[in-house]
């Protein structure tokens, strides 16, 4: 229990040294672009795939289980609507989201960690927290566009799976789609996808920067990151549910 105040206390104070004596922006703005491209752009290929077919088993699992003929149909679309929004788009990809960027940050600030080139930005008289760190803060930014593409092909393979597999019509589909929508769901979506880009970011970077050891402890560092970072993703999810939406 002591140990795990330590590493929080720990993470806390990181993210305080993240933010002092800022990177010149000549030398932070092409560090940015990069994390833009690893870690946003080279996610959206996994994210739509898996995106595209959660919507249609979503859709697939719900017009099966609708045995009672008095029941709508359009409750199909309704169920795919409102689990792919509320649910699987902000915290389902965010936990693949864990295994693939967060392996990734890791195992890059683990390996300079072990090659001692962030010793090496440290004597140079380089912020490395903020060198390292705050340019996955601010591409991460940009996670809530991952997540409103998430969103819509969930919502376009539960279209596609429904209506293409028989189960029902184009115009209930739409119908559905449109019954009770409340826009506050859409913004409660958003806004702990906002601080899932931010665990996302700085948990893996914590794990990667403290780690100690050679290129063992790097694999293994980033397989505490990912664990930890899942965590505290359901922690967090669970705790704005209950603030945001009870």
């Given at each position: 229990m002591i140990r795990a105040l330590h590493q929080i206390g720990r993470y806390f104070l990181m993210l305080k040294e993240v933010f002092t004596k800022m990177t010149k922006s000549k030398v932070m703005?092409?560090?940015?672009?990069?994390?833009?491209?690893?870690?946003?752009?080279?996610?959206?290929?996994?994210?739509?795939?898996?995106?595209?077919?959660?919507?249609?088993?979503?859709?697939?699992?719900?017009?099966?289980?609708?045995?009672?003929?008095l029941i709508p149909k359009m409750l199909i679309a309704f169920a795919t609507r409102q689990s792919v929004i509320l649910e699987f788009a902000p915290t389902f990809?965010?936990?693949?989201?864990?295994?693939?960027?967060?392996?990734?940050?890791?195992?890059?600030i683990g390996t300079m960690r072990v090659t001692e080139q962030i010793d090496a930005l440290e004597v140079m008289g380089v912020n490395s927290l903020n060198y390292l760190v705050f340019p996955k803060i601010v591409a991460f930014i940009l996670y809530p566009f991952v997540i409103a593409l998430s969103m819509f092909l969930g919502i376009l393979g539960g279209y596609v799976a429904g209506v293409y597999g028989?189960?029902?019509?184009?115009?209930?589909?739409?119908?559905?789609?449109?019954?009770?929508?409340?826009?506050?769901?859409?913004?409660?979506?958003?806004?702990?996808?906002f601080l899932f880009g931010m665990i996302l970011a700085t948990v893996p970077s914590f794990h990667g920067f403290y780690m100690k050891g050679g290129a063992l402890e790097v694999g293994k560092a980033s397989t505490t990151s990912f664990v930890w970072t899942s965590v505290t993703i359901i922690l967090v999810n669970y705790i704005l549910t209950q603030l945001m939406l009870s």
């Amino acid at each position: 229990m002591i140990r795990a105040l330590h590493q929080i206390g720990r993470y806390f104070l990181m993210l305080k040294e993240v933010f002092t004596k800022m990177t010149k922006s000549k030398v932070m703005k092409p560090l940015i672009l990069k994390e833009v491209d690893d870690l946003i752009i080279g996610s959206l290929g996994i994210v739509a795939f898996i995106s595209f077919f959660i919507g249609a088993v979503v859709a697939i699992q719900t017009a099966l289980n609708l045995t009672n003929p008095l029941i709508p149909k359009m409750l199909i679309a309704f169920a795919t609507r409102q689990s792919v929004i509320l649910e699987f788009a902000p915290t389902f990809i965010s936990i693949i989201m864990a295994g693939r960027a967060g392996s990734y940050i890791t195992s890059s600030i683990g390996t300079m960690r072990v090659t001692e080139q962030i010793d090496a930005l440290e004597v140079m008289g380089v912020n490395s927290l903020n060198y390292l760190v705050f340019p996955k803060i601010v591409a991460f930014i940009l996670y809530p566009f991952v997540i409103a593409l998430s969103m819509f092909l969930g919502i376009l393979g539960g279209y596609v799976a429904g209506v293409y597999g028989g189960f029902i019509g184009s115009d209930e589909f739409v119908q559905g789609m449109q019954t009770d929508f409340i826009p506050y769901h859409v913004f409660y979506a958003f806004f702990k996808t906002f601080l899932f880009g931010m665990i996302l970011a700085t948990v893996p970077s914590f794990h990667g920067f403290y780690m100690k050891g050679g290129a063992l402890e790097v694999g293994k560092a980033s397989t505490t990151s990912f664990v930890w970072t899942s965590v505290t993703i359901i922690l967090v999810n669970y705790i704005l549910t209950q603030l945001m939406l009870s």
